[in-house]
């Protein structure tokens, strides 16, 4: 958290701030040791942003724009208190720790049914239930395209995301479901993760299996999440959706590293589909935004 500026006008220092906070730049205004109030922004790399819209309001601090974002600021903390009660009400209270972490409950839900079934199928040891679960069995295959798929199994195109094959495949994969999961659902609804969760878990896993066979794992649907997340919050700052530069070079980074064969057989059909799709949701609902709880 750093300071832009210093002002001598309380009102006029929180104006600016509301302004900043509207554009979806984090901010707040304290008094300052020397006299004063300072405008902090909270994430360092919003502070290019916020300086360049500082220079513009001290260039016509008159200019309408700024006074009707002061209401529109109000408005919009309003809410967001109200959704940070609504969600607070709905965690699952299983000690002080847990009650920290503020998963949402559908997201709790996926985290904890991918972590029941990876143990049910001894990490794809059981090649039994493996089979079952997987779009199409890879133990035993059976001839044909998704034969089984075709004979009723449909929820065999979901339910490869809930098998995961090592601990750091379900721990990589569970840690970003919380992150990106939980951020979906505080900001658009359980309802919204839930379609995007379903839509992505099967095109992903179409993918997977027509460009290199069954593959099992939360990957497709954690690169959709974050393709989502990513380019809604860059196109649509207000959404309050935020990645840090360092956990989107992990990710990318991670993207490639997988896709060079280094790490052994991984989904990367999987990885990169569900990042397209996830992309494009964004820009779809940055363009028609999706309306917030309320």
């Not at 109200?82 to 709905?90: G, I, K, T």
């Not at 000690?95 to 985290?111: D, E, H, N, S």
């Amino acid at each position: 958290m750093r300071a832009i500026v210093r002002m001598d006008d309380q009102a006029r220092a929180r104006i600016l701030g509301d302004y900043l906070y509207v554009q979806g730049i984090e901010n707040q205004v304290d008094p300052d040791p020397a006299g004063g109030w300072s405008v902090f922004v909270h994430d360092d790399d919003r502070l290019e942003a916020a300086r360049k819209e500082l220079e513009a309001y001290e260039a016509n601090p008159s200019d309408p724009r700024y006074a009707e974002a002061v209401p529109e600021a109000r408005r919009r903390r309003g809410h967001e208190a109200r959704e940070d009660a609504e969600f607070a009400r709905q965690q699952i209270h299983v000690g002080q720790w847990w009650q920290t972490l503020k998963a949402g409950p559908l997201t709790t839900a996926l985290i904890a049914v991918s972590i029941a079934v990876t143990l049910y199928a001894g990490m794809g040891e059981n090649t039994e239930v493996a089979d079952r679960l997987l779009i199409a069995p890879f133990f035993q295959p059976t001839p044909g395209v998704l034969p089984e798929v075709m004979h009723g199994e449909v929820w065999r195109l979901v339910t490869p995301i809930f098998l995961h094959l090592g601990i750091l495949h379900i721990l990589f994969n569970m840690f970003w479901l919380f992150d990106l999961g939980t951020m979906i659902e505080r900001r658009q609804g359980a309802l919204l993760l839930g379609v995007q969760v379903l839509v992505i878990a099967i095109a992903s896993n179409l993918c997977q299996y027509f460009w290199a066979g069954p593959a099992g794992g939360m990957s497709g649907v954690v690169y959709g999440l974050f393709g989502y997340v990513w380019v809604h919050g860059w196109l649509n700052p207000a959404s309050g959706f935020r990645i840090s530069r360092q956990n989107i070079t992990i990710m990318l980074v991670w993207l490639v590293l997988c896709m060079t064969g280094w790490l052994g057989p991984i989904g990367n059909a999987a990885h990169v589909s569900g990042l397209v799709i996830g992309a494009a949701w964004g820009i779809i609902s940055a363009k028609w935004p999706v309306r917030s709880r309320g």
